[in-house]
């Protein structure tokens, strides 16, 4: 039995392997999910053919099959209703949901390992094995109260700007510090079992202030982040129970956050450290008198001949979109649209949204052609020929502020270039700034038209309007 497992656990890994290879494509993406599912399938049937008398695996294993049952009993009766109900808009926070719970049960068995290990501490829970545990715990614990706040910030029920404080970041490291501290000592003297609560407790503290001074608009970061760190721990807790599997998992969940991360801050042109301690997203405030805008409004009839009279419209969705869940309504303008020879295409900036490709999965759900699907490098190039760039719901990816104002938060931030197309229209509630706390100069150009309201009714009253223009 145990070379079966073992056998199981190779091919698991190798579907673990394929599965994010196949995920890089849209075509290839549905092989990806059945790999990742059924590697995980053949990883629980491996771990359950070796009980009880698998080699080397750490006590914390529960033999008791009553509790393990009831485990799986409990994951299903949550997870299949999230699957089935949870709306594609609650993606982002779904994700991060994921992560904190992923996170605790690392920590949760490298806490297991600790106190069980404690009869036999000077033997098995010295040198790389203690190592390993504090790290599982520390990235683990951290990561679960992270991805808590993460999560409150994507559903609003905390607050979406920065929650700061006087010498904030000199707090978070010397709290950092200690914990650091505290690892360390019980590396070397693991029997000091009264250190351990207060190390976890330091954790858990640190992993909430190290994200409410975040806002909003850097959480696609910040969930990449998360993940990496959950797939690090997972990696740490692989160490420890000696199980091969696990460290390939958490490493390939590990490096793949990592890899995500840092082409995230590129797409932004920010570093980590500004995403983590910047506190961006921090309402501008005017120095000055406030000076009143001017900018053009139109109504959906306006808008639709401005429509009926293109020949090529890019449109740019955004966070706005999301929120309103007008994906079907875009189809259905899509749709009006290319019937009548207007070439539509969809511009997507790498950040927009709450979650990386969170635009791209909006699109996919209305079925919208994943060609017409292109990426802010390959789209930028189109703008100046295009007749109407659309925006809905973005903000800050489409500030021009970002190419000329060196005082601005987001200087430096590649945008989405709707400001050189002949005719922008922008659906957006209000004139309030985004994520990034500014004010956004595309409003106010000559060409630009502010379309108040909802996205998906805005939306729908211009499906309505082009058929009845058409008919006129």
């Known amino acids: 039995m145990a070379h079966v497992m073992q056998y199981l656990y190779i091919i698991s890994a190798g579907l673990f392997i394929l599965s994010l290879r196949w995920m890089n494509h ?48 409990i994951g299903i009766v949550v997870g299949v209703p999230i699957a089935y109900i949870m709306p594609m808009t609650a993606v982002p926070q779904r994700t991060a949901l994921s992560h904190a719970c992923g996170a605790l049960a690392a920590a949760l068995v490298g806490t297991a390992e600790f106190y069980q290990r404690q009869p036999h501490a000077d033997t098995e829970l010295r040198g790389f094995i203690m190592v390993a545990l504090v790290i599982e715990t520390l990235l683990g614990y951290l990561t679960f109260t992270g991805s808590l706040m993460a999560m409150g910030k994507l559903q609003e029920v905390l607050p979406q700007r ?12 010397i709290l950092f510090a200690i914990a650091l501290g505290l690892a360390v000592r019980m590396a070397f003297v693991p029997t000091d079992t009264i250190l351990f609560p207060i190390f976890a407790g330091l954790s858990l503290v640190f992993g909430v202030l190290l994200i409410i001074p975040i806002g909003g608009a850097d959480m696609p970061t910040v969930i990449a982040i998360l993940n990496s760190y959950a797939g690090l721990s997972a990696c740490a807790m692989g160490f420890a129970l000696n199980s091969r599997l696990l460290v390939v998992a958490g490493a390939l969940d590990g490096s793949s956050g990592l890899i995500l991360s840092i082409i995230m801050c590129k ?24 000076e009143q805008r001017a900018y053009r409004s139109a109504s959906a009839e306006e808008a639709a001949s401005v429509l009926e009279a293109a020949s090529s419209v890019i449109i740019v969705p ?25 070439d539509v295409k969809f511009g997507i900036h790498p950040v927009a949204g709450r979650m990386p490709g969170h635009m791209n999965v909006l699109m996919a759900e209305a079925d919208i052609p994943y060609d017409k699907l292109v990426e802010m490098d390959e789209i930028n190039g189109e703008f100046p020929q295009c007749d109407v760039a659309l925006v809905i719901g973005a ?3 489409t500030n021009p502020k970002a190419r000329t104002d060196k005082s601005c938060p987001i200087f430096g931030m590649p945008i989405l270039d709707v400001d050189k197309a002949h005719t922008v229209m922008v659906i957006k509630r209000s004139m309030n700034p985004g994520f990034a706390g500014i004010d956004n100069d595309l409003y106010y150009l000559d ?8 996205a998906k009714a805005f939306v729908s009253e211009l499906v309505k309007e082009l058929p009845a223009r058409a008919a006129a």
């Open 26 to 73: 849209p075509a290839s993406s549905r092989h990806g999910v059945w790999a990742g599912e059924i590697g995980m399938l053949l990883a629980i049937v491996g771990t359950f053919i070796g009980f009880p008398g698998m080699d080397g695996v750490g006590i914390a294993f529960v033999h008791n099959w009553t509790w393990i049952i009831a485990a799986f009993v």
């Open 162 to 173: 920065p929650i700061t404080y006087r010498n904030q970041n000199l707090v978070n490291f």
């Open 267 to 290: 797409a932004m042109n920010r570093s980590f450290t500004n995403v983590l301690f910047g506190a961006f997203g921090q309402v501008q405030v005017s120095t000055g008198k406030a």
């Open 318 to 342: 955004g966070y706005g979109l999301a929120v309103a869940q007008a994906q079907h309504k875009i189809r259905e303008l899509y749709d009006s649209l290319t019937k009548r020879g207007v």
């Open 395 to 397: 903000n800050d990816v």
């Open 447 to 454: 060409k630009t038209l502010m379309l108040f309201g909802d």
